[in-house]
C-alpha cells in the first residue's frame, strides 16, 4: 500500500464503512458502497453490476443524470 492509499485509508469515516456493511442485502446498499468508493477515490459517475458465475450480470445501480439510456444499448 503506497503512503497516498493508506492515508485515504486512514482518513475513512468510520460510519461511511460500517454503514455500507449493516445495508448489505438491502435496497440501499449500492448507494452506502457509492459513498463508501467517494470517500476513498475521486470519480465521476459509478456504474455497479452483480455478477453470478454462468449467468447473465444484473444492472445494480448507476449515478449518471443524463443519458442513462446508453447503459442498456447492445
Do not use: W
Request: one cysteine or more.
Amino acid at each position: 500500500m503506497t503512503e497516498s492509499t493508506s492515508a485515504s485509508v486512514n482518513s475513512l469515516e468510520p460510519q461511511v464503512l460500517s454503514g455500507c456493511v449493516d445495508a448489505l442485502g438491502s435496497a440501499h446498499f449500492t448507494s452506502h458502497l457509492t459513498r463508501l468508493l467517494r470517500s476513498l477515490v475521486a470519480f465521476d459517475c459509478a456504474v455497479i453490476v452483480g455478477y453470478r458465475p454462468g449467468k447473465h450480470p444484473i444492472f445494480l445501480y448507476a449515478s449518471l443524470q443524463q443519458q442513462r439510456e446508453l447503459l442498456f444499448q447492445r
